[in-house]
């Protein structure tokens, strides 16, 4: 797609309050492919006050009507799954087809599951004596990351439309021509000036311009949890509704009897996907001591037939980082878990490719729990894989980490998994190889954030409850 040079507010493409732009890099080429408008205060001031314009009309909207909006909106989401999957590509580095199968292809999901929420959710009900009306938080802001820049998108905007909410998008810097694209949709579809409303610009300067704005209702945020973290400060001083989807370091625990094979390869498949950039990657494997050394020489195999090179080659498994700066991140926590004393088994530092932001596919062994490669979030394709003696010790090593985001449990059958899922401090767990639900609240428990994306639970955080008594 060609890159706007202005913000999307009220409905139509307008001038950038001033005149700096941001540039927007390939990851596979390391080239500057275009260029967007980096927004200030003033333009945050006009989305929000666009966004509060259309606020009364478009919550007094029925709620059939949203949902046919929403309809239409999938709708274009679909005829433009191509041109979706082709931006996604360029500017995160994701293979093509990842890029067109779950890139394109959840948001689409998405957005239509929040279409028949809002023809179908009782937005009102009877206790007792009273009505209770479940009505729209007010001006949203969605503050959204790279990592998966549509389907970020849409878990926000299509439930605060739904709800009767109108929101002002600030997307990453990294990815910001995904989100122009969306505001196309937006416009395509026919839904009313100022109730999307999109400013490009970065985190310190858009960002908490709009994080901060005293006439936004609701902050949603995805990203670092050192950032929501200050985000959850500053909402909480004015007061205002937050719901933050914060980090992860999600633990894959295979316990004996499980399809040993299987539950390795699907953990480092999982890791792989999107180049380890999700905040719910299954990062640590967790496998008893008797099964160590296969698991190791498992995921050895697994993750080295990998193939890193360029995301439009259909024979690519693995794309680049988004940006230098994450992979000198990565790089070094590579180098940390050396140092630490971790078995390199697989993959390591060195550069893939002479150009791009490329990380070769990563195993470690011999992980200890206190290791800061199975604390902290890394955010690339590698994986460290630790020991256990017994359930009650893979327990402890699973839940011992700031995060609970997400996780995963193998077993001989799903009651002991099930068993063991309910004692895991974390919010979605896949049970067997579980596959992904539109409909499932997912979020996180600790530090992992507060509140849930996705289904009735993901609409529900954009409504407040009013009663009236009789």
Known sequence: MKAHDGMYIGG???????????????PATEKVIAHVPAGTAADVDAAVLAARTAFRGWAATAPAERAARLVALR??????RTEIADTVTDELGAPRGFAEMVHAGAPIAVAGSYA?????????????????????????????????????????????LAAGCTVVLKPSEDTPLTAQLFAEAVHEAGLPAGV??????????????LAEHPDVDLVSFTGSTAVGRRIGALAGGAVKRVALELGGKSANVILPGADLAKAVGVGINH????????????????????????????????????VAGDPRD???????????????????????????GARLVTGGADAPHATGY???????????????IAQEEIFGPVVAILPYE???DALRIANGTDYGLGGAVWAADDETAVAFARRMDTGQVDINGGRWNALAPFGGFKRSGVGRELGPHGLAEYLQTKSLQF
């Open 75 to 80: 709708d274009v989401l679909v005829a433009r």
């Open 271 to 306: 890791v792989l996907n999107n180049s380890g950039q999700s905040c719910n990657a299954l990062t640590r494997v967790l496998v008893h001591r008797d099964q160590y050394e296969e698991a190791v020489a498992l995921a050895a195999d697994v993750a080295a037939k990998a």
């Open 116 to 160: 028949e929420l809002a023809a179908s959710y009782a937005f009102e009900e009877r206790i007792g004596s009273s009505t209770v009306y479940l009505e729209p938080v007010g001006v949203v802001a969605a503050i959204t990351p790279w990592n998966y820049p549509l389907h970020q998108i849409v878990a926000k905007v299509a439930p605060a």
């Open 390 to 392: 017994d359930e009650e």
């Open 196 to 209: 999307f409303n999109l400013v490009t610009g970065t985190g310190p300067v858009a960002g908490q311009a």
């Open 358 to 372: 490329y990380v070769a596919p990563t195993v470690f062994a011999d992980v200890t729990s206190e290791m800061t």
């Open 314 to 340: 259909p024979a690519t498994r693995l794309g680049p980082l988004v940006n230098a700066k994450q992979l000198e991140r990565v790089r070094g926590y590579i180098a940390r878990g050396v140092e630490e």
């Open 12 to 26: 139509e493409w307008r001038p950038a309050a001033g005149g700096d732009t941001i540039p927007v890099v390939n």
